[in-house]
């Protein structure tokens, strides 16, 4: 099997014809919403018959657990930046931040998917849990690295860090919404980063020294 190349190395389990599908139904939806994605209209935008996505996927429904299954793929690989060797706190958040938003922007045609899920998978309950299971998570390390600030003295005293973290990750989702469905000409990645130098700027505690962090990568996904 001929498979894609992605940022998740040997972890993307689809060929290229499967890929080529998945990532027509990604921008299908990115144009239309998730109603769009029908057969017809994922068909013609890969330059295929409907039948032809049946012998690749069990139906309507498996595709739908396929496109889920990249989006659980995204979240794993996110997962990795939250554990930056030599990083702590804000230090480690700041990036994780920078390297989630970045490979977003570098995989385009998926990044749909990844910012509106709840909407795509919605009639779907058993993958909602999944999804619900997968935000706890990510959560969870976001609050990791603000606990950690907080214990290190990264941050001013009394910094509400629930808050912060909520602002922070609805901010950067706002923004990738925004750069998705065209309404922003921007780079997602430099607003994100005035929103995180915002953000840091009011909850830092001046007197706590930054550490080099290293430098981001996000590899794109070819085509």
């Known amino acids: 099997m001929s498979r894609e190349q992605t940022i998740f190395g040997e972890r993307w389990p689809y060929s290229r014809a499967k890929s080529a599908l998945l990532r027509s139904a990604s921008m299908v939806m990115r144009e239309g919403g998730p109603r769009a994605a029908t057969l017809k209209n994922i068909a ?3 330059g295929v018959t409907e039948p032809a996505i049946f012998r690749h996927f069990d139906g309507v429904d498996g595709l739908f657990e396929s496109l889920f299954t990249v989006v659980e793929l995204f979240y794993e690989e996110f997962q990795t930046y939250y554990k ?11 990036d994780a931040y920078f390297r989630i938003i970045a490979a977003l922007k570098d995989n385009e045609d998926f990044c749909y998917l990844v910012v509106h899920p709840d909407g795509i998978f919605r009639q779907y309950p058993k993958l909602r849990d999944r999804l619900a299971e997968i935000k706890k998570r990510d959560k969870q390390s976001v609050m990791d690295c603000m606990k950690e600030a907080r214990s290190k003295g990264q941050l001013l005293a009394g910094t509400d860090i629930e808050s912060a973290a909520y602002s922070l990750v609805g901010s950067a989702l706002l923004i990738l919404q925004s750069w998705v469905a065209g309404a ?15 953000i840091r700027g009011c909850i830092g505690n001046p007197d706590s020294v930054k550490a080099p962090k290293p430098a981001a990568k996000a590899t794109k996904t070819k085509k």
């Open 84 to 94: 930056a060797d030599g990083l702590i706190g804000l230090d480690r958040l700041e």
């Open 184 to 198: 922003s000409e921007s780079d997602p990645l430099k607003d994100c980063k005035k929103v995180w130098n915002s």
């Open 44 to 46: 013609g935008k890969a």
